[in-house]
């Protein structure tokens, strides 16, 4: 009986340490600076969306400056310090009540940052996504917010938003 | 010129401010005595869905003991204390984004109570529902959670569930 760790096993369990480590804690900033936010798992919910046409299903979170302007119905334009978080996911049956869609595989989460001044040069709010379920930066280079706002230009006299944050009591 | 307030005018003021009132600080509690949870609005998301057989969206909240069971797929049974509570809405287009479904006028919040003791005669779940803006309870008397549990049957094997947490990174 061998109660001590072999050279192999030490060196095994430091690889697998490390890898965690480094999945757990280090989610490289997007191109152009920006890193993820903090807890945005645990932000409020300002709206969800089902998009037919990528057959994607959306929750659209907001930090406390963004919920607060949501609810007080103070978007156009949104505060600065807004930031709006979507978490995006493929589409599937919901497994217990086929008629009803559900989300399946992580596609991404994606922010939009709202400060007038640092971001003019992008509308006021300042891009970033991060693909997978390991956080992979989107983007080749700095400039990559370019597609972002050329998306977002049909929404321009909206401040650039999309969504229309859901009603609720 | 009249500047003082006629007693028209303070009677009327006097109801308008006490509807107001009332419909902000009291909620009815429903038939089976369950309260509504204060700041459910706040809970973080577990999943969202889009029923296409009844043309409606939901996201499902949990209150922080659900959040960490669903995180840490603790979910059968979930444990006691945990609360689900679903935002439901009529669907309807995206108004700036036509091919995508979101949340239209909002129809009620319904919540499952996790307590294999207390609620042990209705499957280990107190439920409860409120409609409408105005948070109005359902159900005409305390037996009302027997069609809730009629219709939750075919997932009791998922702890009378039909959630399945979304994943997240």
């Not at 230009?153 to 944050?165: G, I, R």
């Amino acid at each position: 009986m061998k109660l001590a760790p072999t050279l192999s096993t030490l060196i095994l369990s430091f690889i697998i340490g490390s890898s965690s480590l480094f999945a757990a804690e280090v989610v490289k900033p997007a191109p152009n600076g920006i890193n993820l936010p903090a807890g945005y798992k645990d932000w409020k919910v300002i709206s969800i969306s089902h998009r037919t046409d990528n057959k994607t299903m959306r929750t659209i979170l907001g930090n406390d400056i963004a919920v607060k302007a949501a609810r007080a119905g103070n978007t156009n334009p949104w505060p600065n310090g807004a930031i709006l978080g979507k978490m995006v996911w493929k589409q599937k049956s919901e497994d217990n009540w086929p008629t009803a869609i559900a989300p399946n595989k992580f596609v991404h989460a994606e922010f939009m940052f709202k400060d007038s001044v640092k971001y003019k040069s992008t509308g006021g709010w300042g891009y970033a996504r991060w693909k997978g379920m390991d956080q992979k930066p989107y983007g080749k280079d700095k400039n990559f917010a370019q597609e972002c706002v050329a998306c977002h230009t049909p929404v321009k006299a909206n401040d650039w938003v999309f969504t229309t944050p859901a009603i609720m009591p």
